[in-house]
């Protein structure tokens, strides 16, 4: 059942990183999606002691993990001239009406928008799996989160999390 | 902004029958103008962009989905 499920899914998140690489690639900013392999664990590395993270997390056990338990999983790995410069991580609501992005980490130093980028891929995503919203959950300061309230999201307290319809 | 909802609403009925593909790109092309209209309100987006959940160890850790979680 998880393996059937793997495959329909996976399907669903090359096609969402396909149509959102078609996007970027039109913006001319140099910027495209992958999912999460072994080269974005290694790029990882690079960043992965970085005093000016936000968070000390650890991306490539987390996303390990989620390979094995989550097959509706939404993955992306951002890449600028070929370095890292971003990830995340979700899947989607019990009912599947909404799609959750439980982490998101933007690389130390990176002048890229990566709400921007990873938006187009998740709201691809979303489409396909047949959600109607999107979750960010559990920004991780107050900054964080009024950015993604001006851009357009609703914050819900009770769930510490930002919420957009697509 | 009621605009803008009617209009999504609009758009996602005439998507319902399309095929996944079709779907997708207008998603994402809705999505990429979303943003993109919003740039010139922001000026730069914070340097320690990030959000998920931690331990008081600093581990990644997520809630298991409620039954009722819409």
């Known amino acids: 059942m998880k393996e059937k499920l793997e495959k329909q899914y996976d399907i669903y998140r090359i096609e969402a990183l396909r149509t959102a690489n078609e996007i970027l690639s039109s913006q001319r900013n140099g910027v495209s999606l992958t999912q999460a392999d072994n080269r974005a664990y290694s790029a990882f590395q690079k960043w992965e002691n970085n005093p000016h993270r936000a968070k000390t997390w650890d991306w490539p056990n987390t996303y390990m993990s989620w390979k094995l338990q989550y097959p509706k999983r939404f993955e992306a790995a951002a890449w600028k001239g070929g370095k890292l410069v971003g990830l995340s991580l979700g899947r989607p609501t019990y009912a599947g009406t909404g799609l959750r992005l439980n982490f998101i980490e933007k690389a130390p130093q990176s002048e890229i928008s990566l709400l921007d980028i990873t938006y187009i891929a998740l709201s691809a995503y979303a489409a396909l799996i047949g959600a109607d919203h999107i979750n960010i959950m559990h920004p991780v300061n107050a900054f964080v989160r009024d950015y993604y309230v001006r851009k357009g999201f609703s914050y819900n307290a009770k769930s510490d999390c930002c919420t957009r319809r697509v | ?70």
């Open chain 2, 1 to 70: 902004m009621n605009n803008i909802k009617d209009i999504r609403d609009k758009q996602n009925e005439n998507l319902r029958n399309k095929p996944n593909k079709e779907k997708a790109l207008a998603a994402a092309r809705r999505a990429a103008e979303e943003m993109r209209a919003t740039k010139h309100i922001i000026v730069k987006e914070p340097n320690q962009l990030a959000s998920g959940k931690s331990d008081e160890n600093g581990n990644m850790i997520w809630e298991e989905i409620e039954h009722d979680e819409k």
